[in-house]
C-alpha cells in the first residue's frame, strides 16, 4: 500500500517562500512520476508540477521560474520550493505518485499567501 505524507505548509507574506515535502511509504525509485496538485476554495484541482521516474520535470505556466520541484530517492522524498508566493497561490497542496499504473494521493498541506 502506497502512502504519501505532505507537510511544510502554512502562512507566508507575498513574496515569501516555503518548502513543501511528500514522504513515501515505499521507494519512489519505483514510481513511474510524482507530482504536485493543489486546489485553491471553489477551484478544481491543477496540477503544479510533475517530475518523472527519469527526472523530466514540467511546470505549470504560472509558476515557472518560481517553483522547483525535486526528488530524494534515499529519502524517499519529494520536494516543491515555492519562491515569490503570491495571494493566488493560496491552497490545499497535494502529492500525486504513479505507481504501476495506479494513482495514489495524500491527504494534503495548506498555503495560505497573505499579509
Known amino acids: 500500500q502506497v502512502q504519501l505524507v505532505e507537510s511544510g505548509g502554512g502562512l507566508v507574506q507575498p513574496g515569501g517562500s516555503l518548502r513543501l515535502y511528500c514522504a513515501a511509504s515505499i521507494s519512489i525509485f519505483t514510481f513511474d512520476a510524482m507530482a504536485w496538485y493543489r486546489q485553491a476554495p471553489g477551484k478544481e484541482r491543477e496540477y503544479v508540477a510533475i517530475?518523472?521516474?527519469?527526472?523530466?520535470?514540467y511546470y505549470r505556466d504560472s509558476v515557472k521560474g518560481r517553483f522547483t520541484i525535486s526528488r530524494d530517492n534515499g529519502k524517499n522524498t519529494v520536494y516543491l520550493q515555492m519562491n515569490s508566493l503570491r495571494p493566488e497561490d493560496t491552497a490545499v497542496y497535494y502529492c500525486?505518485?504513479?505507481?504501476?499504473?495506479?494513482?495514489?494521493w495524500g491527504k494534503g498541506t495548506l498555503v495560505t499567501v497573505s499579509s
Open positions: 500525486e505518485a504513479n505507481y504501476h499504473g495506479m494513482d495514489y
Open positions: 517530475i518523472s521516474s527519469g527526472s523530466s520535470i
